[in-house]
């Protein structure tokens, strides 16, 4: 089924890849089939939806293709793999598996928990199909007082503490679907964890119904793998050129943890968006379009053995 945008592109509802395990990946796609493919890879409690215009901008000259984390979206809950961060990057290896052609490559574009999900499949599988990447509002993920006291327990300790937490986090995303009519507060939590202050409430209410909407048991579960997860630690496997873009004013992700990233990563860039918050792609969409095209370019400048890049 292929559906119209308003500004000239298109939306394609694409085959559902089967992951690892058998967990249902849903896939949606803009942009005509031969351009140069960019991978949407999206946060926690977020779906593709949460890329807002960022598709529709992009596809004039570009294949974008998005996928719903597992439990999340129009995506199938998690079978065997759960959620822990390995089962997710490998959901992004079954995608890449899916879209890639032989011998190609893609250019990644990731959001909040997304750079972490990115950053542990470079780990684990490298980055031979990725050309470049773009972080925007993502630090790829630090480890949290969630996951620093079980690091030196026995794993039969380990194993409850897990648990108690996964208890305590559907206990909560629970709680959150309760108050969820109450929309003044249920705004006021989202705006802060994820807004900074004046950004439209339209785009808060939009966060608001996608989170709280979101299945409890994938919403523990990848709260869990995220706060236990130092992407920091693993920037170094991220061998391809990348960019991250961050807003000064993001409550989620705090400009040390941007510094520790930039540290790590092997040839990165930062670009400060003054005053903005996390969800950049909502907030900033023209920004965001612009830096990843003009990464994009630069990629491009810089790939071996390209005539045409060297010369323009």
Known sequence: MTLRCRRGGYLTRMTDVSSFDGTRLAIKAWGPAEAPIVLLVHGLGMSAESWGRVPELLAGGHRLIAYDLRGHGASGDAQAGGYVMSAHARDLGAVLDAVVPDGGQV??????????????HADAAGT???????????GGSAVTAIGLP?????????????????????AGARLGRRIRPVRAVSDRLIRRFAFAPGEPAHLVERVRDNFLGSRPAALAGTT????????AR????????????????????SDDDVQEL???????????LPGAGHMLPL?????????????????AYAAPGDDAAAAR
């Open 107 to 120: 250019f990644v574009v990731a959001h909040s928990l997304g750079g972490g999900i990115l950053l542990a």
């Open 128 to 138: 031979d199909r990725i050309a470049g990447a773009v972080l925007a509002g993502s």
């Open 150 to 170: 079980a690091r030196r327990l026995p794993p039969w300790a380990r194993a409850c503490v897990r648990a108690a937490w996964l208890a305590v986090l559907r």
């Open 224 to 231: 869990l793998a995220s706060v236990s997860h130092d992407g």
């Open 234 to 253: 693993l920037a170094p496997a991220l061998g391809v050129p990348t960019l991250v873009v961050h807003g000064s004013a993001d409550p989620e992700v």
């Open 262 to 272: 930039m540290a790590g990563l092997p040839d990165g860039e930062l670009v400060t």
């Open 283 to 299: 907030t900033h969409p023209e920004i965001v379009v612009e830096q990843v095209t003009r990464w994009m370019d630069r990629v």
